[in-house]
């Protein structure tokens, strides 16, 4: 079993969460606030944390942030019911991978967990997901985006963008098609979220200056190789 941590002071989502992980070989620990759940952090050294943003006491960010000091590569998928882009964008900055917007569907939080987790899967599948562009190697089973000298991880959604923007390269991606495939919603909350993920991904390029994504205005965005 692979251990997982979930901070959320919800406890009925918290055994719901438990008992469907057990099925997927996850063993799942919970605390229902930030300071106890950073006590089980140490005490566990899990595989993955799971962690609501609002909680009593020590909220999420804080906790977030306490557990990077002391470990700066575990995977933290970060939960929330508030529909800010503020906190989208302090939540990376913090060092999560990942963000979950509350209500979700179990299934795509078991997909997030298992890239994350290192689950195996099956190998010949893993080796058609690997994208190669500039100096850049994208492997969509794995969420590792690496080059010469450097490595990201990235998180479900980046490498759902990414992938269609590999599929695509030096055609037009439509904003709209993108918008409905990954967040099943075109309102303004998906439409700023977007914007921070495309401009996350700008981030991880921005060492190969052969390579970029362009926004074409009123319709959606190309990756292209300059030297192409």
């Not at 002071?9 to 620990?29: A, H, M, P, R």
């Not at 190697?137 to 000298?149: G, P, Q, V």
């Not at 979220?193 to 390579?211: A, C, E, H, Q």
Request: net charge negative.
């Amino acid at each position: 079993m692979i251990p997982i941590l979930l901070i959320e002071d919800q406890v009925e989502l918290c055994e719901i969460l438990k008992d469907t992980l057990s099925l997927y070989g996850f063993d799942v620990t919970y605390a229902l606030n930030g300071d106890d759940g950073y006590n089980e952090f140490i005490s566990l050294d899990p595989k993955l944390v799971i962690i609501d943003i609002m909680m009593p006491g020590s909220d999420g960010f804080s906790a977030v942030k306490k557990i990077r000091l002391v470990n700066k590569d575990v995977p933290i998928i970060m939960l929330t019911a508030k529909p800010l882009t503020e906190d989208l964008v302090k939540a990376f900055d913090l060092g999560c991978n990942d963000f979950v917007r509350k209500p979700f569907a179990m299934e795509e939080l078991i997909a997030r967990i298992k890239s994350f987790a290192k689950v195996p899967g099956n190998a010949t599948s893993a080796a058609h997901d690997i994208y190669r562009f500039g100096n850049f190697s994208l492997n969509a089973s794995t969420h590792e985006l690496t080059n010469d000298s450097k490595r990201f991880q990235l998180s479900y959604k980046e490498v759902e963008l990414l992938k269609r923007l590999c599929e695509a390269k030096s055609t037009v991606v439509e904003r709209q098609d993108l918008l409905m495939e990954l967040w099943g919603s075109d309102n303004v909350f998906n439409n700023k979220t977007m914007n921070v993920y495309i401009s996350r991904l700008r981030n991880y390029l921005d060492s190969d200056k052969s390579v970029e994504i362009l926004t074409i205005r009123g319709f959606g965005y190309k990756l292209i190789e300059k030297n192409h």
